[in-house]
T-cell receptor
Framework: GAGVSQSPSNKVTEKGKDVELRCDPI?????LYWYRQSLGQGLEFLIY????????KSGLPSDRFSAERTGGSVSTLTIQRTQQEDSAVYLC???????????FGSGTRLTVV | QKEVEQNSGPLSVPEGAIASLNCTYS??????FFWYRQYSGKSPELIMS????GDKEDGRFTAQLNKASQYVSLLIRDSQPSDSATYLC?????????????FGKGTHLIIQP
């Protein structure tokens, strides 16, 4: 597609529920990244994909967080048993190669109530 | 722990003046450096990249890199009210540059009409 597409744009969920966030990168971009940004805070790295593999999962905050990427394209970030501290904007980005600057999607604003 | 440090601001600059934004980073092997602009409620947008020591100019923007001092800066000439935003400095996380960026917390820039 023309840009990085994320869905849903907003998600309100009850504490303890599972949520799934989707990212559709720019066509042909092999590298895909997930970050999160809490209110007034910087960007926190979560996970990086090169193709379908995730060489670096070190940023995932807990084992409630997981991510996958299929077909070298769409990625989903799943948060199980959501907690209030998971509330943030989750941003996905993609790039042609890892060392290049990358393009962000518009994000998913997650609110856990 | 790889770190990227920025003054959070706000940095207030009169319209038409030069805005100077600074960033230091801790990892000497970092090779790629980026500046992103983030408007309130929006996702970050790449505005400049720099990979070698010296200056790189693009329109009203100039990025400056000094690897010996581990310092990167962004100059905005003829500042406009539309330049008011948070500016994020980003540095590649790995020595090879393939595994994502570490972001500073950003400098909030206000251009006063």
């Amino acid at each position: 597609g023309a840009g990085v597409s994320q869905s849903p744009s907003n998600k309100v969920t009850e504490k303890g529920k599972d949520v799934e966030l989707r990212c559709d990168p720019i066509s042909g971009h092999t590298a895909l990244y997930w970050y999160r940004q809490s209110l007034g805070q910087g960007l926190e790295f979560l996970i990086y994909f090169q193709g379908n593999s995730a060489p670096d999962k070190s940023g995932l905050p807990s084992d409630r967080f997981s991510a996958e990427r299929t077909g070298g394209s769409v990625s989903t970030l799943t948060i199980q048993r959501t907690q209030q501290e998971d509330s943030a904007v989750y941003l996905c980005a993609s790039s042609l190669q890892g060392a290049q600057g990358y393009t962000f999607g518009s994000g998913t604003r997650l609110t856990v109530v | 722990q790889k770190e990227v440090e920025q003054n959070s601001g706000p940095l207030s600059v009169p319209e038409g003046a030069i805005a100077s934004l600074n960033c230091t980073y801790s990892d000497r092997v970092s090779q790629s450096f980026f500046w992103y602009r983030q408007y309130s409620g929006k996702s970050p947008e790449l505005i400049m990249s720099i990979y070698s020591n010296g200056d790189k100019e693009d329109g009203r923007f100039t990025a400056q890199l000094n690897k010996a001092s581990q310092y990167v800066s962004l100059l905005i000439r003829d500042s406009q009210p539309s330049d008011s935003a948070t500016y994020l400095c980003a540095v590649n996380r790995g020595g090879g540059g393939a595994d994502g960026l570490t972001f500073g917390k950003g400098t909030h820039l206000i251009i006063q009409p």
